[in-house]
C-alpha cells in the first residue's frame, strides 16, 4: 500500500509559482497512478491531475491546463506539482492520492482510495 504525505503549499501572490510534493511509501509506488485532487473552502473535493504509474500519460482539468505539470520520480517515491501563473481561486487545500488498483489511470477521485493530509495553498490578489 501507498501512504502519501504532501509538502510544499504556503501563501503567494497571484501569479506566482509554487511547486508542492508528494512522498509515498510503500515499495509499490511506481505501479500507481498518482494524482492531485484540491479542497476550496466551501466546496467539494475537485480533480486537479493524474500521472500514470510509468509516468507517459497526464491528465489535467481545464481550470489548470497550461498552468500546472505533473511529475514523477519513481527512485525518491514522489509526485510533484508545478503551479504556475497562480490565480486566488486556486486557494485550496491540496491533496495527493494513489489510485485504487494498480495499472490503471482515472480522474475521478472514487477511484483512489489512499490519501495524504493535504497542504494548503493560499493565492492573494
Known amino acids: 500500500q501507498v501512504q502519501p504525505v504532501e509538502s510544499g503549499g504556503g501563501l503567494v501572490q497571484a501569479g506566482g509559482s509554487l511547486r508542492l510534493s508528494c512522498v509515498a511509501s510503500?515499495?509499490?509506488?511506481?505501479?500507481?497512478?498518482m494524482g492531485w485532487f484540491r479542497r476550496a473552502p466551501g466546496k467539494g473535493r475537485e480533480f486537479v491531475a493524474v500521472?500514470?504509474?510509468?509516468?507517459?500519460?497526464?491528465y489535467y482539468a481545464d481550470s489548470v491546463k497550461g498552468r500546472f505539470a505533473i511529475s514523477r520520480d519513481d527512485a525518491k517515491n514522489t509526485v510533484y506539482l508545478q503551479m504556475s501563473s497562480l490565480k486566488p481561486e486556486d486557494t485550496a487545500v491540496y491533496y495527493c492520492?494513489?489510485?485504487?488498483?494498480?495499472?490503471?489511470?482515472?480522474?475521478?477521485?472514487?477511484?483512489?482510495?489512499?490519501w495524504g493530509q493535504g497542504t494548503q495553498v493560499t493565492v492573494s490578489s
Open positions: 492520492a494513489a489510485g485504487t488498483l494498480p495499472y490503471t489511470i482515472s480522474t475521478s477521485p472514487a477511484n483512489f482510495d489512499t
Open positions: 510503500g515499495r509499490t509506488f511506481s505501479t500507481y497512478a
Open positions: 500521472i500514470s504509474w510509468n509516468g507517459d500519460t497526464t
